[in-house]
T-cell receptor
Framework: EPEVTQTPSHQVTQMGQEVILRCVPI?????FYWYRQILGQKVEFLVS????????KSEIFDDQFSVERPDGSNFTLKIRSTKLEDSAMYFC??????????????FGPGTRLLVL | EDQVTQSPEALRLQEGESSSLNCSYT??????LFWYRQDPGKGPEFLFT???AGEEKEKERLKATLTKKESFLHITAPKPEDSATYLC????????????FGKGNQVVVIP
């Protein structure tokens, strides 16, 4: 069964450093997403991406965040200058939305980011 | 602003003791309501999508229902392997597929 994969599973970084989180969405999906979950809190939407551009972003997704689809299979989230409060589990998701109806988003296993 | 409230926050059940989880929502037009299961340290695993009031979906011991203001996830005769956090999420019509999640219902099933 196709699944979303993410690398690395864990990343530890120093405050102010740049990190890149990587995702391989399900191959025939068209929409890609990033969410985050701070420990003990709800899953929060960051950004959605379609047709090689951002289709929606939340207030959390400020100028220090960026997303890219560098090739036909990968989808990345870059945090330019990490802050302590960026420590969280980051989930990538993808969906096939040809019908324009709420298609299911399938989530990856997550990358646990710890900023020291 | 989209709001999703799940209750109870935590629930301990004896094996075989059926129960229901509640998800109340406020959204500016609902495109879909989703239930996911999340195990500790893992990503959300899709369970059900509901689109309109009155709709029901079933999978093994789980059954999800939807009204205009809330959804229920019924767990019938649960087993220890049903222990997980169950997440409810709404997708508003005015967004580009974003999901707004509740905090989840943490369920522990005791053998």
């Amino acid at each position: 069964e196709p699944e979303v994969t993410q690398t690395p599973s864990h990343q530890v970084t120093q405050m102010g450093q740049e990190v890149i989180l990587r995702c391989v969405p399900i191959s025939n999906h068209l929409y890609f997403y990033w969410y985050r979950q701070i420990l003990g809190q709800k899953v929060e939407f960051l950004v959605s991406f379609y047709n090689n551009e951002i289709s929606e972003k939340s207030e959390i997704f400020d100028d220090q965040f960026s997303v890219e689809r560098p090739d036909g299979s990968n989808f990345t989230l870059k945090i330019r200058s990490t802050k302590l409060e960026d420590s969280a589990m980051y989930f990538c998701a993808s969906s096939d939305d040809l019908a324009g109806v709420g298609e299911t988003q399938y989530f990856g296993p997550g990358t646990r980011l710890l900023v020291l | 602003e989209d709001q999703v409230t799940q209750s109870p926050e935590a629930l301990r059940l004896q094996e075989g003791e059926s129960s229901s989880l509640n998800c109340s929502y406020t959204v500016s037009g609902l495109r879909g309501l989703f239930w996911y299961r999340q195990d500790p340290g893992k990503g959300p695993e899709f369970l059900f999508t509901l689109y309109s009031a009155g709709e029901e979906k079933e999978k093994e011991r789980l059954k999800a229902t939807l009204t205009k203001k809330e959804s229920f996830l019924h767990i019938t005769a649960p087993k220890p392997e049903d222990s997980a956090t169950y997440l409810c999420a709404v997708q508003p019509r005015d967004g580009n597929n974003r999901l707004a999640f509740g905090k989840g219902n943490q369920v522990v099933v005791i053998p």
